[in-house]
């Protein structure tokens, strides 16, 4: 049997990561109004939309994965220097390892509850790349 033909969800601006669990989708869109990316969720039959979360000046890294109670969720860090980026040169993510005084956090979809995990404060370098794996949360290592 044939595939249906790929349907385009939303377009963006900026590269972004696309992270897909199930029938949901996050990715990071550019706010054209102040030029900051906000971090947006879609799943099958629902428009996309943005989280109730801070924006940030680079795209977010995160991921979207099953919670311990079979909600969806999201992690990503938040940083007080965020790496450096410049869209209109670099066609990748920003390096996230150049991030400084990172945390962790997790949004869940189904409450829209944003809390920051523990042990992240003052997070080394290599607190970046969220990732979830059978509900727990883990990291991974930068894409490159």
Same mark, same amino acid.
């Given at each position: 049997a044939d595939a249906p033909p790929p349907v385009q969800i939303v377009t963006v601006d900026r590269p972004t990561q696309v992270s897909a669990y199930g029938s949901g989708v996050l990715f990071s869109k550019r706010d054209p109004a102040t030029g900051r990316l906000r971090l947006w969720y879609t799943e099958?039959? @629902?428009p996309p939309a943005p989280l109730d979360v801070p924006d940030r000046a680079v795209p977010f890294d995160a991921d979207l994965g099953p919670g311990a109670h079979g909600?969806?969720?999201a992690v990503y860090s938040r940083c007080r220097t965020e790496p450096r980026w410049d869209p209109v040169d670099e066609d990748a993510p920003p390096d996230y390892t150049r991030g400084r005084g990172c945390d962790l956090y997790e949004l869940d979809l189904t409450t829209g509850a944003e @809390? @920051?995990?523990p042990a992240s404060s003052t997070m080394?370098?290599?607190r970046f790349w969220p990732w979830l794996s059978r509900g727990k949360m883990s990291r991974r290592p930068c894409w490159r």
């Open positions: 099958t039959g @629902r909600h969806f969720l @809390r @920051r995990l080394s370098p290599k």
